[in-house]
């Protein structure tokens, strides 16, 4: 078992370029979920899967960010017109959870870095 | 909303002494306890968690209490070594809802 795996490690942008983070979770694993991790706000709760379909994506900001899982084995993270702030680990977790309260396993995680 | 609340940002130890991680948490539901360890350059890995008022959870020397009644998840250690210098990470979910929220770590670091 490899884990959950995400792609690139590291990526720079340039300020108003897009970038795309990919995850591929835990074979079998029904639940996915991007976080994203900075110094200042820890590690907050973007967006969350559950058999491909989106539940809660009460934590990302609505104007650029979006995420998509097209199939069970995959999920994107896409970020357009990055921006300095938008600077931060993001970290993809998944869980065999059909029910609350899981562990989730996570990646280790995509450094973005805006200049 | 769900909260969680680490009042330490910076916890620096001698090896060999007792440590003490304070988590308290807010919801209205009735919640799941996490503490989420992550060394350096690695991902967050699960310490232990625990749904069970007032039942002491172990992992790996590390243990805590779930107290319902005062909404605290306290990690502690009786002798912290080396290696267990890392970011600790307490976090909720409700018993439903699998999305876990996290405060905001403590980083814990021993000396020799």
Redesign the interface.
Known sequence: NAGVIQTPRHKVTGKGQEATLWCEPISGHSAVFWYRQTIVQGLEFLTYFRNQAPIDDSGMPKERFSAQMPNQSHSTLKIQSTQPQDSAVYLCASSSGTKGAETLYFGSGTRLTVL | GDSVTQTEGLVTLTKGLPVMLNCTYQTTYSP?LFWYVQHLN?????LL?S?TDNKRTEHQGFYATLHKSSSSFHLQKSSVQLSDSALY?C?L?????????????TKLTVEP
Do not use: C, D, R, W
């Open positions: 799941f690695e991902a967050p890995k699960l968690k749904s990470f976090a979910s409700e018993t439903l809802y699998n999305v876990l929220y996290f405060g905001s770590g």
